[in-house]
């Protein structure tokens, strides 16, 4: 589909638009979760305001998906932008802890169909040679909201309070849906069967008890509770396979998977997850340890990581618009990671931050060199009538990936440390400043602690970007094309085919 200059800009600049809303409402909520909690009198319940987002826009991605597919994108993304700020406006006015989970939740939900839809909308309106760019340009939304997003949150906590956390969406949001109204265009969409319901049940059990179980690990008071999870997320697995298997239209196709680039880019987008959240959420928490920094001077080593990630992802997104070329940045991408990871554990104590900071930025680099690249790969190799499904896929292994991950280098860290303390000592209170004002033998204890802990953590998550190498190079070789869908000329030619025959016999 063909638009012309201008529609193509407010397009875009709506679909970032859109795009930062959804990524800063992650960021600049974190650094206010005690004010909120506090204000509404429900410490016990703070973390339900992030999982409860999370889960939602998780589990909801393949859902949406297919029914982008069904029904057009269009008007699943006005939906949910919609949808988006009504769930933003009611959790401002919240005045209990319940009533700001549900509207998270549903804020959560909605999200999930902008962030989906906007990769979906940009395959429909453009050639693939043409993605990577879009995908680039709209995917600066993450980056900058993880270096801007605290500040803004804590600015906004401090001097409007904190329902401006959420109202704050308001303005940029129905700006935005007025610019998507006009840009984004109807989309056309094959009659497709019936919608599956009894697949979204099953992966929406299956994610659910999954990201729980993962959630009440580390916990030592949830008890069986993620025995049970996981026991529920088997059977729901199992249950999933069958139904896919037998469904005339499944959510998520396993068929799609018989298609290499489609498989390993996807595997890619995993890969993507399990290693740059797992590790940059507790980077801060390293150094202040380790290194016995500030919490702000901690925070540089994860602004260097994102701002290299930033850079690599438009130059890249740049680079294979123009020639069409994108086997090779995922290959050097994971192997940049790779060796910067193994580069971080063998890093000693002592030395100045500067140099894990050019470290994690060569780290940064190569992961953005293809984080946004291989969506639009995966588009590429999709059939245009599951667009919607391929790109959920991709971002739902993401989100798994990362959850995971987060979630297992978090029981790592906390069980390593308390295992290496001094006799004495409870990890459970041990917080920077208290480290930072302890005596000099007991900050080199937990300095020690903490390197030996994350030293092979980091060199776990080198192998994980090593074995992403590996399964890069199992990427076909080919390019871009600069036309509109390869699928879509093939099927055009057996027509002009079949047409040719029909005249042919018609004129014996």
């Given at each position: 589909m063909t638009l012309s200059p201008l529609r193509m800009r407010l397009l875009v600049a709506s679909l970032l638009t859109v795009g930062l809303l959804g990524a800063l409402d992650h960021t600049i909520v974190s650094t206010s979760l005690a004010t909120i909690a506090g204000d509404l009198g429900a410490l016990g319940h703070l973390g339900w305001i992030v999982v409860g987002y999370t889960l939602a826009s998780t589990v909801l991605l393949p859902v949406l998906g297919k029914l982008g597919d069904i029904v057009g994108p269009r008007g699943v993304f006005l939906t949910s932008l919609a949808g988006f700020l009504l769930a933003s406006l009611a959790c401002g006015f919240a005045q209990d802890m319940t009533t700001l989970i549900v509207a998270r939740v549903l804020q959560g939900m909605t999200?999930?169909?902008?962030?989906?839809?906007?990769?979906?909308?940009?395959?429909?309106?453009?050639?693939?040679?043409?993605?990577?760019?879009?995908?680039?340009?709209?995917?600066?939304?993450?980056?900058?909201?993880i270096l801007v997003g605290p500040v803004i949150g804590g600015l906004i906590a401090d001097y409007w309070g904190w329902p401006w956390l959420f109202w704050i969406n308001l303005p940029f949001g129905l700006a935005a849906l007025a610019l998507a109204a006009f840009a984004v265009p109807p989309i056309e969409h094959a009659p497709r069967g019936r919608f599956d319901f009894a697949g979204s049940v099953c992966f929406t059990a299956l994610l659910v008890a999954l990201v729980l179980g993962v959630t009440w690990a580390g916990d030592g008071a949830a008890g069986a509770a993620p025995a049970v999870c996981f026991a529920v997320a088997a059977m729901a697995l199992a249950a999933f396979i069958l139904v896919e298997l037998r469904a005339a239209?499944?959510?998520?196709?396993?068929?799609?998977?018989?298609?290499?680039t489609i498989a390993t880019g996807i595997a890619l987008s995993a890969i993507v997850g399990m290693g740059l959240f797992a590790i940059v959420a507790y980077l801060p928490t390293y150094f202040q340890m380790a290194y016995r920094t500030t919490a702000t001077v901690s925070g540089l080593v994860p602004i260097a990581t994102v701002f290299g990630m930033l850079v690599s992802n438009l130059l890249t997104g740049f680079l294979v618009a123009r020639s069409g070329r994108y086997r090779l940045y995922p290959i050097v991408g994971c192997a940049l990671a790779a060796g910067g990871l193994l580069v971080m554990a063998l890093l000693p104590l002592g030395l100045p931050l500067w140099v894990p900071m050019v470290v994690m930025g060569v780290v940064g680099v190569g992961i953005g060199s293809f984080m946004n690249v291989i969506v639009a790969v995966v588009q590429s190799a999709a059939p245009r009538e599951d667009l919607g499904s391929v790109t959920a896929a991709t971002n739902v292994v993401r989100q798994v990936g990362s959850t995971l991950g987060t979630a297992v280098v978090g029981g790592i860290v906390g069980a390593g440390v308390a295992a290496l303390l001094p006799v004495g000592v409870d990890a459970g209170s041990l917080t920077p400043h208290a480290v930072h004002g302890a005596d000099p033998a007991l900050q080199d204890a937990v300095a020690a602690a903490y390197h030996e802990v994350f030293a092979p953590i980091f060199v776990a998550i080198a192998v994980v970007y090593a074995i992403g190498v590996a399964v890069a190079v199992l990427l076909p070789h080919g390019r871009l094309a600069d036309h509109a869908d390869v699928r879509e000329r093939d099927d055009q030619r057996d027509d002009l085919s079949a047409t040719a025959g029909r005249s042919a016999s018609t004129g014996r």
């Open positions: 999200s999930a169909g902008l962030q989906l839809m906007s990769q979906t909308i940009v395959a429909h309106v453009t050639t693939p040679r043409e993605r990577p760019r879009l995908m680039s340009i709209i995917g600066i939304a993450f980056p900058v909201a239209e499944p959510i998520l196709s396993l068929r799609i998977l018989r298609d290499r």
